[in-house]
């Protein structure tokens, strides 16, 4: 409801979504193998929680529940999918770490900023 608010001229939420969710598809499908080898459950989990607030912000009205209710669920999909993102991120970082030091043969990358990181 405040993205409504905000947006007015030509441009309208449906369209928004429209091209955030063939962007999602189109990284989803080139990326699939890496993401999957990296950290599926992470990046699958995020995407669906911030899909589940979507639908919620898109069927507000429609949800049989109080208002606040339905915001604070919708709310609540947006943080944990969020958070779920920070993790898939963090484990994507870590692999290309990983892959560097493996390439370098440096695990330690004397003379920068990098330390070498324990993969658990």
Same mark, same amino acid.
């Given at each position: 409801?405040?993205?409504?608010?905000?947006?007015?001229?030509? *441009?309208?939420?449906?369209?928004?979504? @429209? @091209?955030?969710?063939?962007?999602?598809?189109?990284?989803?499908?080139?990326? *699939?193998?890496?993401?999957?080898?990296? $950290?599926?459950?992470?990046?699958?989990?995020?995407?669906?929680?911030?899909a589940l607030s979507i639908y919620f912000d898109l069927n507000q009205r429609k949800i049989p529940f109080?208002?606040?209710? @339905?915001?604070?669920? $919708?709310?609540?999909?947006? *943080?944990?999918?969020?958070?779920?993102?920070?993790?898939?991120?963090?484990?994507?970082?870590?692999?290309?770490?990983?892959?560097?030091?493996?390439?370098?043969?440096?695990?330690?990358? $004397?003379?920068?900023?990098?330390?070498?990181?324990?993969?658990?």
């Amino acid at each position: 409801m405040i993205f409504s608010c905000y947006m007015t001229g030509i *441009f309208r939420k449906g369209l928004y979504l @429209v @091209v955030y969710a063939v962007f999602a598809l189109t990284l989803l499908v080139r990326y *699939f193998r890496s993401i999957m080898e990296i $950290e599926g459950f992470a990046f699958l989990s995020a995407g669906c929680l911030l899909a589940l607030s979507i639908y919620f912000d898109l069927n507000q009205r429609k949800i049989p529940f109080d208002y606040g209710q @339905v915001q604070t669920a $919708e709310e609540g999909f947006r *943080f944990v999918g969020a958070a779920s993102w920070l993790i898939d991120s963090r484990h994507s970082a870590l692999d290309a770490l990983q892959r560097v030091q493996v390439k370098t043969g440096n695990p330690d990358f $004397e003379g920068t900023a990098c330390t070498r990181i324990n993969l658990p």
